[in-house]
């Protein structure tokens, strides 16, 4: 995503809030995958891989992978205690059942509304949907982590997608290194600000309409 | 242990050259190349068989897995929910040579299983208002609500890994490279698996097997693997 | 061993009475009561609901399993593929006052996964032209071959019986008493399992779970049955 | 059935004829369940339960019972070896796919087109249907032993049913106490007479129409 270890850290810190004991979550490549590192040490959520794992741990140590237990990325995990092996039907039966409390992804574009795309750019990049789609759909709560704007500047905070949409109305929060927005009802509210951004930054630099929370958290650097 | 072949089913990779051919369906266990059958995937090559289509979870990497087959252009068609990771599959996208069906990875993985389980099909509202899984597609409207009609899907051939096989192909997977392989062992119209070990009859606890060997026609016992691990 | 409740879903039965409200919708694991949560067909009844929609294999026989709450007349319908051992289930739908969907035993059960599973439905050719089957359904044309759209089920609680169940909810079963409890365990909106043995987390193999935790809410532990088999 | 113990054993004697080695089985109740008395002691059958298990074994010694470990009807039974336990969607999706090799079970009519009735009479018994349809529409052969008549007298192989229909053309064979009948395309043949019966016995008890194999086999007493 082009954001220095710091700034990503910091996303992923403020995803981790969202997170509560006794969870399923399901985390995506990128900066998703730095989530567990700002968890207490002793959770009891659970995570879940698409490939049929239910409580997937951290990377192993150098020289102790098993090619045969990795993440759906096909890198070497490891296993939480209480964990369990489900073939790919179980995998996504749970997240079609709404039993994935949180998802945490990347994105290309999130819409005004909550319209998800991150996995097509027509003509460019077409990598098929894997398991987005129902991960976007039915997760309790879908939380994008994404830069706040394209490398051409433009903003992935857009009225309306203009790639593929994933799935509909379907983003809860979007985190950004800029600030937080939770996805209401009437439209896009921004929450919390990482300073030094202003919100003339972020209105500057965002397409999609949005509100700013009368008790607007500010995190200072 | 002398393993007895009880019920015919174990032999060697030359003693099923026969079953593969141009043009046929192949559907294969395995996420990213994890749990596909590296054995089976060297032989389809071998064979010389081209026009194939392929079934299944991903394109795996340019050299890992089902990918190995689709970087030698032997598929023309593939049904996966997945191709990121070989660039090959992309690349023969684009340039017309491969065609590709992309389904949902959990809609995929319920048509391979109701395919197996001699279903029709499954109803599920996943991609309803999106084109790239809804064109084409019949609907269905219960209680008010519209659901995609997801078709079975099945295969000339199925290749599946596993962990243990026993003589009568009752089989048990090794963590997370069990994945789709349940589902690729039911659905072959002819499933051969290609087994890290054999062991007796009797000795799998009968609890512990994912797969009945009711499903297994063949069972091949595994060299291992021919290919680096990308984190390797 | 002292058990860590981790993660509260381990609890007596008073705790859970409250789950049980005149009207709702109970599926149940087990086939012939074998697989039957005794001691939470027994907290059904001892709570005094009724006016039930069951949802199972069958209907037990009149003093086993689910059969006990049908006797007792707490149902006001049943959706099952069997009758035939229980003689009270029979004489209260002739009387009128017991409503009975029947479903052939194989449709039934996808329709309890398909419920489970988050799945609107399934395809299937069985009872295509046999009218108790075929009455008020859609059917579906795929390459020229009907099959009928059959719903997926689900349930306000399900009641499942496990041999084990960790803290998280990580269940195995006890040989045929597995049957259709895998099914019901999760296709509830709430799941109780009724466990023989409750082990702490950890002790389960992760290759043998059956059922995975995060489809149970309630866990209790089994007095055992309280009833005679027939063939005692 | 209301037929004698030695008459029910040949009738039993008789299905397990068409039983090879390796074959996938599901047994009914009554008769059928008399067919493994008739299997040589070493062969490979493996015998299928809806309640989920491949590779079922005979009785238990009595005090040896196990609740959990019962045929369909809930009767206590013993394990092959290289059995296995399965889920009740795993039993019968090995029925709807076809592998079950062989099932035999009882009949209330079979018609002459092989229709099968086996679950209902409508107004008396409506105990439903289980998993016949599913049997008797998948299995690669239907094999119905049954009573020639009904306790009436009238015969049980009609030309039509008129009880309602379990599944359509899927009968393939039919033994009953005097013979054995084959469904083919063009109707029943009759292949086995059991003496003292006569052809002009069947001929007299049966509605359906049937020919005679040239090759007919003769059963003496």
């Given at each position: 995503m082009g954001l220095g270890v710091e700034v990503r850290h910091k996303i992923a810190r403020r995803a981790a809030m969202e997170i509560k004991d006794g969870m399923l979550v399901n985390l995506g490549i990128g900066i998703p995958s730095l989530v567990p590192d700002h968890l207490p040490a002793d959770h009891t959520i659970m995570f879940h891989a698409e490939n049929g794992i239910v409580g997937m741990g951290k990377s192993p140590d150098l020289g102790k992978e098993d090619a045969?237990?990795?993440?759906?990325?096909?890198?070497?995990?490891?296993?939480?205690?209480?964990?369990?092996?489900?073939?790919?039907?179980?995998?996504?039966?749970?997240?079609r059942k709404g039993l994935v409390d949180v998802t945490i992804l990347g994105a290309l574009q999130v819409s005004e509304s909550g319209d998800l795309a991150n996995w097509i750019v027509p003509g460019k990049r077409v990598p098929g949907m894997g398991g987005a789609m129902e991960?976007?759909?039915?997760?309790?709560?879908?939380?994008?982590?994404?830069?706040?704007?394209?490398?051409?500047?433009?903003s992935k905070l857009v009225?309306?997608?203009?790639?593929?949409?994933?799935?509909?109305?379907?983003?809860?929060?979007?985190?950004?290194?800029?600030g937080v927005f939770s996805v209401l009802a009437d439209g896009l509210l921004l929450t919390d600000l990482f300073a030094p951004f202003t919100i003339d930054d972020i209105k500057k630099y965002t397409e999609a309409s949005f509100q700013v929370s009368d008790t607007l958290t500010v995190y200072r650097e | 242990m002398l393993i007895q072949n009880t019920f015919d089913k174990i032999c060697g990779l030359t003693d099923i050259t026969y079953l593969f051919k141009d043009g046929m369906s192949i559907?294969?266990?395995?996420?990213?190349?994890?749990?596909?059958p590296p054995g089976l995937v060297n032989l389809i090559l071998d064979s010389g068989i081209k026009e194939l289509t392929l079934i299944g979870n991903d394109t795996g990497f340019p050299d890992i897995g089902i990918g190995k087959i689709v970087t030698e252009k032997r598929a023309k068609k593939i049904i996966v929910s997945h191709i990121g990771s070989n660039p090959n599959a992309g690349k023969y996208m684009t340039s017309g040579e491969l065609e590709v069906e992309f389904s949902p990875q959990g809609?995929?993985?319920?048509?391979?299983?109701?395919?197996?389980?001699?279903l029709g099909g499954i109803l599920t509202d996943i991609g309803l208002e999106?084109?790239?899984?809804?064109?084409?597609?019949?609907?269905v409207t219960l209680a008010g609500k519209s659901f995609l009609v997801e078709t079975a899907l099945t295969a000339d051939v199925s290749i599946v890994y596993a962990k243990k096989a026993d003589p009568y192909g009752n089989l048990i997977f090794d963590k997370s490279a069990r994945?789709?392989?349940?589902?690729?062992?039911?659905?072959?119209?002819?499933t051969i698996v290609e087994a890290a070990e054999i062991v007796p009859l009797g000795t799998l606890d009968p609890e512990e097997v994912v797969t009945p060997g009711v499903f297994i026609d063949h069972i091949v016992e595994s060299k291992g693997v021919d290919w680096q691990w990308v984190w390797e």
């Amino acid at each position: 995503m082009g954001l220095g270890v710091e700034v990503r850290h910091k996303i992923a810190r403020r995803a981790a809030m969202e997170i509560k004991d006794g969870m399923l979550v399901n985390l995506g490549i990128g900066i998703p995958s730095l989530v567990p590192d700002h968890l207490p040490a002793d959770h009891t959520i659970m995570f879940h891989a698409e490939n049929g794992i239910v409580g997937m741990g951290k990377s192993p140590d150098l020289g102790k992978e098993d090619a045969h237990l990795c993440n759906a990325g096909g890198y070497p995990v490891t296993l939480q205690v209480g964990a369990s092996y489900c073939d790919s039907t179980a995998a996504f039966g749970m997240i079609r059942k709404g039993l994935v409390d949180v998802t945490i992804l990347g994105a290309l574009q999130v819409s005004e509304s909550g319209d998800l795309a991150n996995w097509i750019v027509p003509g460019k990049r077409v990598p098929g949907m894997g398991g987005a789609m129902e991960l976007a759909a039915k997760a309790k709560k879908v939380i994008v982590l994404m830069n706040h704007r394209e490398k051409t500047g433009s903003s992935k905070l857009v009225k309306n997608c203009t790639l593929p949409q994933t799935a509909k109305e379907c983003v809860h929060m979007v985190i950004t290194e800029m600030g937080v927005f939770s996805v209401l009802a009437d439209g896009l509210l921004l929450t919390d600000l990482f300073a030094p951004f202003t919100i003339d930054d972020i209105k500057k630099y965002t397409e999609a309409s949005f509100q700013v929370s009368d008790t607007l958290t500010v995190y200072r650097e | 242990m002398l393993i007895q072949n009880t019920f015919d089913k174990i032999c060697g990779l030359t003693d099923i050259t026969y079953l593969f051919k141009d043009g046929m369906s192949i559907m294969f266990g395995g996420f990213g190349g994890i749990g596909t059958p590296p054995g089976l995937v060297n032989l389809i090559l071998d064979s010389g068989i081209k026009e194939l289509t392929l079934i299944g979870n991903d394109t795996g990497f340019p050299d890992i897995g089902i990918g190995k087959i689709v970087t030698e252009k032997r598929a023309k068609k593939i049904i996966v929910s997945h191709i990121g990771s070989n660039p090959n599959a992309g690349k023969y996208m684009t340039s017309g040579e491969l065609e590709v069906e992309f389904s949902p990875q959990g809609t995929l993985v319920e048509r391979m299983r109701a395919g197996g389980m001699g279903l029709g099909g499954i109803l599920t509202d996943i991609g309803l208002e999106e084109e790239i899984v809804n064109s084409d597609k019949q609907t269905v409207t219960l209680a008010g609500k519209s659901f995609l009609v997801e078709t079975a899907l099945t295969a000339d051939v199925s290749i599946v890994y596993a962990k243990k096989a026993d003589p009568y192909g009752n089989l048990i997977f090794d963590k997370s490279a069990r994945n789709t392989n349940p589902l690729a062992a039911m659905a072959g119209k002819i499933t051969i698996v290609e087994a890290a070990e054999i062991v007796p009859l009797g000795t799998l606890d009968p609890e512990e097997v994912v797969t009945p060997g009711v499903f297994i026609d063949h069972i091949v016992e595994s060299k291992g693997v021919d290919w680096q691990w990308v984190w390797e």
